[in-house]
């Protein structure tokens, strides 16, 4: 499918790049900072993710936050004074809360492909 495309894409590109260093030639590829650190095996980080794709990168930023506040609210941390605060600290964009965005836990168009620790994708978070 989709992925072996990719896969196969990536393919040429490596041997591209390989011929290029045989020969002593430069390339003038606009390879992202995030891809270079990949390639040399350097762990990626969210701010990688802001570069490659801001959107993408707010999305998880908003969702890491309502993941910190539901563990605080879970842990019995922070003042819970204003009720209506604290419910508002576990919706998405402050807006919509978690349950309504139907989140599956898999690769959007990999059904099967789990993104959660221990397998099974679909199923709720």
């Known amino acids: ?31 992202s900072d995030a891809f270079l650190r990949a390639v040399a095996g350097a762990p990626l980080t969210l701010d990688d993710m802001r570069d490659v794709d801001p959107t993408l990168a707010r999305t998880l930023d908003e969702l890491r936050r309502i993941a910190r506040a ?13 009720d209506d605060d604290d419910d508002d600290a576990l919706l998405f964009d402050g807006k919509v809360p978690l349950a309504d965005l139907a989140l599956d836990m898999s690769m959007p168009g990999y059904a099967t492909w789990s993104l959660r620790g221990g397998g099974g994708g679909g199923g709720g978070g």
């Open 1 to 31: 499918g989709d992925a072996r495309h990719v896969a196969q894409h990536f393919r040429t590109l490596g041997t591209l790049v390989a011929k290029a260093l045989l020969d002593g030639r430069l390339l003038d590829l606009p390879l």
């Open 70 to 82: 539901y563990e605080r609210r879970r842990d019995g941390d922070g003042d819970h004074n204003d």
